[in-house]
């Protein structure tokens, strides 16, 4: 089976050139990426773009997702409220890593006020270059899903 290699990308109008870096630089790695806007800075709705990232992965559309915004936090929320995401907010590449091999993240949210663009990227590396232990890690995961 082909492994899924697109990531889905959005941010809100605080990250457009952050979310660009991000898929130019994954894009060089052969990640096919779905940037689904938005594509202006008009000021917008963090819990809408985390949701409809959210929904791409959910679906299995894309494998991973990665979100942006201001401090991640809040489009991070809106993510986690979709059923089968796991996304967690990294400042560090530390994080990143953990949340794959412990946590099977899917979703990766970064806050543009928080970090500058080559630790973003370095972030990014980590969270892809990582995967899931499972083990009993898996067991703890699996207790995630059915609490809402
Ligand atoms: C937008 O100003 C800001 O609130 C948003 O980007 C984010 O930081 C929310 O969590």
């Known amino acids: 089976m082909t492994p899924n290699k697109r990531i889905v990308l959005s941010s809100d109008h605080t990250a457009l050139e952050m979310r660009q870096a991000i898929a130019d630089h994954i894009s060089a790695q052969g990640w096919e990426v779905v940037d689904i806007g ?66 099977d993240a899917n979703m990766l949210s970064l806050g543009v006020r928080v970090v500058g663009e080559g630790l973003a990227l370095d972030i990014v590396d980590a969270f892809l270059g990582a995967d899931f232990e499972g083990g009993r890690h898996a067991t703890r995961v699996d207790m995630i899903e059915p609490l809402g």
Not at 68 to 87: L, S, Y
């Open 38 to 103: 938005p594509t202006t800075t008009q000021s917008t709705h963090y819990p809408a773009h985390g949701a409809a990232a959210a929904q791409r992965v959910a679906s299995g559309d894309c494998r991973f997702g990665i979100i942006i915004c201001g401090t991640g936090q809040g489009i991070m929320m809106a993510a986690n409220k979709v059923k089968g995401i796991r996304c967690g907010v990294c400042t560090d590449g530390f994080s990143a890593r953990m949340i794959r091999q412990h946590n």
